[in-house]
């Protein structure tokens, strides 16, 4: 049996799927089950993997009706014999050594879950927000506190995580196939939530293609109306699973600032009418989830507690209050050296 099951998603990915999966071939640690999930794609795909399947028989491959990147995801979850389970998305890539480094970590420290860190494929296209959230800190967490879901450098991307497969189906944890969009998100929420042992370690051992031009991500990030409202969506997910676990009035503190953060501090750059689009839809998910004491007695920055009373009463606020509201927010957040910081590593790229 091997000692780690690599998924591999495949969906018209056939430009890039050669390089991801001699990635794996080249990898330092050969005990590895790599599972390509073709999730009925109408180009080459299944193809090329049958190709590298015929070479090596380390490769298994799964062919299934299209049910979106949850559902491959599960096929592969499922199907997975080792006793780890990673995912690696089929226009990316891994390191050499990455396989190696997952096994060697949860060896020696029997985490549930380990997160390790990643860089943008092309360097030249990487940017602030994805280098922060690709560089977790050397740390483990013996329970789930809320610092670790909130703090940490652990959300968004599931393929930047190596799970124990016995914890997964103890758990019974899976990716929800209801959403075409921000199943890394639910699946976050799931899983650190109820992980026992989290490992984060600081090596970057992922390699993301940032330019897919077919992406959801980046269809996505053409709208930014339509992808908050999405955001609402999921979070009205996340809010459900943890309402059913009795857990959500415990953590309404770190939820209702994470909600700052997924959505409404970005709403707050909207034109008028997208502004107010998001703001009832944000209005109505607070309303079904929370009282207006939780958000008053809710251990918050002023400025996130100032927006979301703000919505919660659906007070209407002009372009002007808007900009001085996320303002605010920044500098409670950053400090004013935190954004020249910003502003700064934005500059050095453009001129790079």
Known sequence: MAKLSIIVPMYNVQAYLPECLDSLLAQTFTDIEIICVNDGSPD??????????????????????????????????????APYVCFLDADDRFKPQTCERIVQELD??????????????????????????????????????????????????????????????????????????????????????????????SDKLYEYRIIHKTSLL?????????????????????????????????YASYQLEWLMEFYLFDALS????????????????????????HITTARLRHASKTILLACYDGKPLSANQRKLLKLRYLLAKRGVRGIVKRILRGRAKVHS
């Not at 795909?45 to 049958?50: C, D, E, L, M, W």
């Not at 590298?52 to 995801?73: E, H, Q, V």
């Not at 992808?227 to 959500?248: A, M, N, P, T, V």
Request: aromatic share 12%.
């Open 44 to 81: 080459d795909s299944y193809a090329i993997a049958q190709d590298y399947a015929k070479r090596d028989t380390r490769f298994m491959l799964i062919d299934k009706p299209n049910g979106g990147l949850s559902s491959a995801r599960n096929a592969g979850i499922l199907a997975a014999h």
């Open 218 to 250: 980046n269809t996505m990030l053409q709208d930014t109306t339509a992808l908050l409202l999405e955001h609402i969506k999921l979070q009205q997910i996340i809010f459900d699973s943890w309402k059913d676990r009795g857990i959500l009035r415990t």
């Open 108 to 201: 020696a420290n029997h985490a549930d879950v380990l997160v390790f860190g990643g860089e943008a494929l092309q360097h030249s296209e990487s940017y602030a927000w994805l280098e922060d959230v690709l560089s977790p800190r050397n740390v483990i967490y013996h329970t789930c506190t809320p610092e670790l879901l909130f703090t940490e450098a652990v959300k968004p991307f599931s393929w930047r995580l190596a799970c124990k497969r016995a914890f997964l189906c103890e758990q019974q944890i899976l990716f929800n196939e209801q959403v075409r969009y921000g199943e890394d998100q639910i699946f976050a929420f799931e899983l650190f939530s109820q992980s026992r042992t989290t490992q984060l370690i």
């Open 270 to 293: 909207l034109d008028t009418q997208d502004f107010l689009t998001v703001w009832e839809a944000a209005r109505k998910q607070l309303h079904d989830n929370f009282e207006r004491q």
